[in-house]
Antibody, heavy 117, light 106 residues
Framework: QVQLVQSGSEVKKPGSSVKVSCKAS????????LIWVRQAPGQGLEWMGR????????NSAQKFQGRVTITADKSTSTAYLELTSLRSDDTAVYYC??????????WGQGTLVTVSS | EIVLTQSPVTLSLSPGERATLSCRAS??????LAWYQQKPGQAPRLLIY???NRATGIPARFSGSGSGTDFTLTISSLEPEDFAVYYC????????FGQGTKLEIK
């Protein structure tokens, strides 16, 4: 069973960057595909991107291209999401999840990122 | 981008009643559709995948149907713990979610 533990809440200024981590355990990290999804307050779910550590391949949704970097450290079984040029509408809970057959079967607990001056 | 539209936005029912939630895709997604349940302060939980398959540990009162562009999640007899927000998600062309249906107690 995959377990995903994310880093803690962050408060950031507009224009700055944030890096959220997602540490995996259970199974073989290199064989995972991990995805990132965010949820603004009171809103729905939005897919941001994915990483396939064994291939060192990352993809992001078109909306976030140029602002999102997704990486993975196989030595620590940790995936990272970095979002730059933060705006107030980036305030959200950011989730990592494990991809299985194209669906998200295990989720991290979420990381609240608040963007405020 | 494939847009998923869920209806209704809010559904008010009583425990023991049957719930029917809909998800319509802007183009065919074949059977590549999932349903999730999300409770306040929690991450989503996978309920149904590939339109009609229950995920591990999901009670039999949850069922899914449909293909192409029209899909349905049915909860046969509502339990108190079923009141939550439900999302559909497609994997046919990258990934996208519907906007959610809130199932509330009447």
């Amino acid at each position: 069973q995959v377990q995903l533990v994310q880093s803690g809440s962050e408060v950031k200024k507009p224009g700055s960057s944030v890096k959220v981590s997602c540490k995996a355990s259970g199974g073989t990290f290199s064989s995972y595909t991990l995805i990132w999804v965010r949820q603004a307050p009171g809103q729905g779910l939005e897919w941001m991107g994915r990483i396939i550590p064994i291939l060192d391949v990352a993809n992001s949704a078109q909306k976030f291209q140029g602002r999102v970097t997704i990486t993975a450290d196989k030595s620590t079984s940790t995936a990272y999401l970095e979002l730059t040029s933060l705006r107030s509408d980036d305030t959200a809970v950011y989730y990592c999840a494990h991809l299985w057959l194209g669906y998200f079967d295990y989720w991290g607990q979420g990381t609240l990122v608040t963007v405020s001056s | 981008e494939i847009v998923l539209t869920q209806s209704p936005v809010t559904l008010s029912l009583s425990p023991g009643e049957r719930a029917t939630l809909s998800c319509r895709a802007s183009q065919s997604v074949s059977s590549y559709l999932a349903w999730y349940q999300q409770k306040p302060g929690q991450a989503p939980r996978l309920l149904i995948y590939d339109a009609s398959n229950r995920a591990t540990g999901i009670p039999a009162r949850f069922s899914g149907s449909g293909s192409g562009t029209d899909f349905t999640l049915t909860i046969s007899s509502l339990e108190p713990e079923d009141f939550a927000v439900y999302y559909c998600q497609q994997r046919s062309n990258w990934y996208s979610f519907g906007q959610g249906t809130k199932l509330e107690i009447k």
